[in-house]
């Protein structure tokens, strides 16, 4: 797994060292300069941090389950009351821990 790290975090590491330096040699020194170089010049990927909610059954509605992380729920139909609770929130993407299949049976005996 791919792991990413903000430049900027890395470019205010390199800067508090080169701050002190008169305790870096300056091959260090140069080092240091050319990596901050090179990773201001690399292009930058679109990611954003991942989410981890995870599916809460009830609310208002016995049947509905909603994302603990923005409240968007899910739910079936009257005439097909079973649904999903994907992987994702379709909502705000977040990742669910308890992914499954809503299975709502219905009592035709009265
Ligand atoms: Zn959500």
């Not at 260090?28 to 991942?50: G, N, Q």
């Not at 968007?72 to 139909?77: A, F, L, R």
């Not at 994702?88 to 005996?109: F, L, Q």
Request: proline fraction near 5%.
């Amino acid at each position: 797994m791919e792991k990413y790290i903000k430049a900027e975090t890395i470019c205010n590491f390199i800067d508090g060292c080169l701050a002190h330096e008169d305790k870096i040699t300056d091959i260090e020194k140069e080092t240091l300069c050319a990596i901050k170089s090179f990773i201001e010049r690399t292009p930058s990927a679109d990611v954003k941090p991942v989410e981890h909610a995870e599916w809460i059954e009830g609310g208002l509605t016995f049947d509905k389950e909603t994302c603990s992380h923005c409240g968007k729920s899910v739910s079936g139909t009257y005439s097909s009351p079973s649904f999903d609770c994907p992987k994702y929130c379709p909502e705000c993407g977040a990742t669910m821990k308890n992914p499954h299949y809503h299975s709502v049976e219905i009592d035709y005996d009265y």
